[in-house]
Each structure stands twice: as C-alpha cells, then as structure tokens.
C-alpha cells in the first residue's frame, strides 16, 4: 500500500497561559491527504487551524507531533510549499507582473528572462488580470490584490499550496469571482490544496473533503467529510445537486450542535462521512444551550 502524499501524525500546540500553566490549543491532530485533493478546514476561531496551517507550511513549529511530504519531514519554509494569506502580502514596490517575475525566478533560477515572463503572464491570465500587468498593488482593488496573490502561489507550481483564508477580506460578490478563479486554475493544474474557511458553502464549492475540528482548547480534527458532487462545479448551479444540500445541512449540524463534543476515531484519525449518501445520521453529544450556539455559528 502506497503511503500518502502528506501524512501529519500527532501534531499538538500548546503554549504557556501566562499563570504557571500550558494551554493546549490543539493536540493528537492526525490526517493525510493525497496528491492532487483539495481539502478544507473548518472549525470554530480559537481551535488552532491557522496554527496547524503554519507548521504545515515550516512557519511554525509543533510542540509534538511531525509532518511528512513526499516522503520528508517538513522543516523549515520550503519552494515546495506555497502559502496565500488574507492580507494579500505583496511587494509594493513591484508592478503585478514582477511580483509573479520574483517568485517564478526564485523557483527556477536557470530560466531565461522570456521563460520566467511568458510563465508569469500566463497565470495573471489565468485570475483575469492580464490587462493590469504595470499597476502597483497601491494600484489595484482588494480583489484584484488577492488574485496575484493567487496567482503567484500558483505560478510556482508548489507541490502543496496552503491558503489560509484568502478571501476572508473581500466582499461577498469579489469573493464570489474569485472563487470561480481558483476553481478554475485547481481545474487545469490540479495542485493539493489545504485551504482554511469560516464558509460553509466555499468549501462545498471546492473541496474534495472537508475537514471538521473541534472547539478548542484541546481541539481535535474530529470528521473527514467526503464532498460527493463532481467536478467541474459552478456557484450558480451547484445548489441544485441534491448532495449539496445533504452535505450543507451535516456541517451546520456540526458547527452549532456538535463541536463542543465530537471526537476522532480511537486512533485518532478523522470519522470519515458521507453526507451525500443519506444514511449519515449526526452523532448526539451534549448540546449546547441556543445562545452558545447562535454565537459559535455566527463566528464559524
């Protein structure tokens, strides 16, 4: 049996809390993905997902626990990890052709000046932006910003891509188009993709599975959600698939009545679950009263 593409095996976090104790904001945390899978995390602010995206990525490290790509514990930022945050991260100083030029070249430094170009301008096509290739970031809308962004994480072509929250900033109907952006570039490369969300319906929109955690402290990856609807999807269409509807309600189920108590398997790896099927019936715990759980939903 092959091993997976990424394997993260008892990865915890847990930082002193300022009283002469630890806070462990998450702990035993295990899953893989496999080459080419666009995963989703959701989970409640507070239970460590950008945390968990950060070591992933060689930004932070774990207290325990250890990450394996490719068949190589991850140690330290790498080229074959890219990494798109919310706050776009550009350099002011370029134009939006040479903030993809600068990272194109950094990832192939033997390439001639026309190969590193043509590569770059390719990917800015590709996020519709091959009209504002001269503008300064100071010069372009959040959305745009957001889109070369997205496009250089690309344009590297990294083996895993992390996205942590891209389109938390934007409004709802740039958020939208750029959704269908990144559906489309994911289309053509197929790139393993780990992307963080507070939004349901984004990651039924992208995700081949979606992963559930639970509230923090102590949190824990507690579900493998399978998103059974196939590719390619739209925004404008997608609600008309009867597992979009099926997968929507389970993971609403979760965020407000189930976080506070779901648990993992024994061994610590996600309960893997099939919405879509019709047979998942949502586990009862202990609930939580309407008001806490309005609030959770509300900051999910």
């Given at each position: ?116 170009r ?5 990917y ?32 590297t ?11 938390g ?58 998103v ?12 008309q ?50 008001a806490?759980?309005?609030?959770r939903?509300?900051?999910?």
């Amino acid at each position: 049996m092959s091993k997976p593409f990424l394997q993260v095996d008892g990865l915890s976090k847990v930082y002193p809390d300022g009283q002469g104790g630890d806070l462990t904001v998450f702990e035993d945390v295990r899953f893989a993905l496999e080459k080419g899978e666009f995963v989703c995390i959701i989970g409640h602010s507070g239970c460590g997902k950008s945390t968990i995206l950060n070591v992933l990525a060689g930004l932070d490290e774990a207290s325990s626990g250890n990450v394996v790509m490719s068949g190589k514990e991850v140690k330290g930022p790498g080229l074959e990890r890219g990494v798109v945050f919310q706050n776009y991260s550009l350099l002011p100083w370029k134009t939006t052709l040479n903030n993809i030029v600068f990272a194109v070249r950094a990832r192939w430094p033997k390439w001639s000046k026309e190969q590193v170009r043509e590569h770059s301008e390719r990917y800015l096509k590709m996020v519709g932006l091959d009209h504002a290739l001269n503008r300064k970031p100071s010069q372009l809308s959040g959305g745009m910003r957001q889109r070369v962004s997205i496009a250089r994480a690309f344009a590297t072509q990294p083996e895993l891509l992390l996205l942590d929250e891209p389109f938390g900033a934007l409004d709802a109907l740039t958020r939208g188009v750029i959704q269908d952006e990144l559906v489309k570039i994911w289309e053509e490369t197929r790139q393993t993709v780990f992307m963080i969300t507070h939004d349901v319906d984004e990651a039924i929109l992208l995700s081949d599975r979606i992963f559930l955690m639970s509230n923090g402290p102590n949190a824990r990856i507690a579900e493998s959600v399978k998103v059974d609807i196939p590719h390619p999807r739209a925004r404008a269409t997608i609600f008309q698939n009867p597992a979009y509807h099926r997968t929507r309600d389970y993971l609403v189920d979760f965020l407000v009545n189930r976080s506070g108590s779901a648990l993992p398997e024994k061994d610590g790896s996600p309960k893997f679950v099939e919405p879509a099927s019709g047979d998942v019936t949502p586990a009862s715990g202990p609930s939580e009263s309407k008001a806490e759980s309005a609030a959770r939903a509300v900051n999910a």
